[in-house]
């Protein structure tokens, strides 16, 4: 079964300042997708950015890009130029390409992120 | 507008009730979900259906219960079996390999 990590609980960044989010997981599969999603204070859960896993190439959206380094099981999200509206909890998740029965999301626990005005 | 819809939006629930918790969508995607998020966990994987008619259980099955009538419609019910059931509950779909879409959520409380 596949496992997503996100061993840090609470992180803070002052405005416009650049801040990274840790994830790492486990699979035994070879071809797969990573997400980030961002859920604000409204709990409405909002997908941030997308990484295949047979793209080397780096996902990046406006802000936000991702270290995705394979080998090592590692998804790591940046975030430039840090808002007071970045405020929320931060999931990443996994999800096989197999779009049977093994495509439903893992979650890691979720990162709490604090922009400081 | 294309979306889920979760409803209600706070559900409140008396010890040894069932509840239903309801999710619709328009978006005409094949796959539903029903995830439970509690504080310091994530979400959880309740049940979850690739298409009508046919539903899997999920990490966290024991005291609920769907069905998959419709395409658009993946209700949820809390049954009195679940020991814990305040969390907060959210529903999304699927088509493909594209992204999960998420509704609202619904808050439930044992009161």
């Not at chain 1, 980030?36 to 047979?54: C, D, F, G, H, T």
């Not at chain 2, 999710?23 to 005409?28: F, K, P």
């Not at chain 2, 009508?52 to 609920?64: H, M, S, T």
Request: positive net charge; proline residues 4%.
């Amino acid at each position: 079964a596949q496992t997503v990590t996100q061993s840090q609980p609470e992180m803070s960044v002052q405005e416009a300042e650049t801040v990274t989010l840790s994830c790492t997981y486990d699979t035994s599969e070879s071809d797969y997708y990573l997400f980030w999603y961002k859920q604000p204070p409204s709990r409405q859960m909002i997908l941030v950015i997308r990484q295949e896993a047979y793209k080397q190439q780096n996902a990046t959206e406006n802000r936000f890009s991702v270290n995705f380094q394979k080998a090592a099981k590692s998804f790591s999200l940046k975030i430039s130029d840090s808002q007071l509206g970045d405020a929320a909890m931060y999931f990443c998740a996994y999800r096989s390409r197999d779009t049977g029965a093994n495509s439903k999301l893992t979650f890691g626990k979720g990162i709490t992120l604090s922009v400081r005005p | 507008d294309g979306g889920i819809t979760q409803s209600p939006k706070y559900l409140f629930r008396k010890e040894g009730q069932n509840v239903t918790l309801s999710c619709e969508q328009n978006l005409n995607h094949d796959a539903m979900y029903w995830y439970r998020q509690d504080p310091g966990q994530g979400l959880r994987l309740i049940y979850y259906s690739q298409i009508v008619n046919d539903f899997q259980k999920g990490d966290i099955a024991e005291g609920y219960s769907v069905s998959r009538e419709k395409k658009e419609s993946f209700p949820l019910t809390v049954t009195s079996a679940q020991k814990n059931p305040t969390a907060f509950y959210l529903c999304a779909s699927k088509q493909g390999g594209a992204e999960a879409f998420f509704g609202q959520g619904t808050r439930l409380t044992v009161v």
